[in-house]
């Protein structure tokens, strides 16, 4: 398979109300869409202390399909935007995708 067709699902776990500055982040750097899923978060204080942050327990999980090519550039624009450092508090991390509908054939 060509590397243009390789995907990879880009994550994004970000304090309850950020989800639209991570898919805003992500769109200006080429992603098309994602799915945004609720969820609670939990940690112990020696988490906190580690990364320097107080954790809040609402989350909001962004999922993002793109294309190989475009990770680094999309996964750079969330951080920037949504990042540790922002109101966001947010991690972003990458997955590689083996199979996807669009290359069943």
């Given at each position: 398979m060509a590397e243009d067709n390789k995907?990879?699902?880009v994550?994004?776990?970000?304090n309850a109300g950020y989800s639209e500055t991570v898919?805003?982040?992500?769109?200006?750097?080429?992603a098309?869409?994602?799915?945004?899923?609720?969820?609670?978060?939990?940690?112990?204080p020696e988490a906190e202390e580690f990364f320097g942050i107080t954790i809040t327990p609402d989350k909001e999980m962004v999922l993002i399909l793109v294309k190989a090519?475009?990770?680094?550039?999309?996964?750079?624009?969330?951080?920037?935007?949504?990042?540790?450092s922002t109101e966001g508090v947010g991690i972003v991390f990458s997955l590689p995708v083996s199979r996807t509908s669009l290359n069943l054939e």
């Open positions: 995907f990879e699902l994550v994004c776990i970000v898919m805003n982040a992500a769109r200006s750097a080429g098309k869409g994602g799915s945004i899923v609720r969820g609670r978060g939990s940690a112990n090519a475009i990770k680094d550039a999309v996964m750079k624009a969330i951080y920037k935007n949504a990042g540790l």
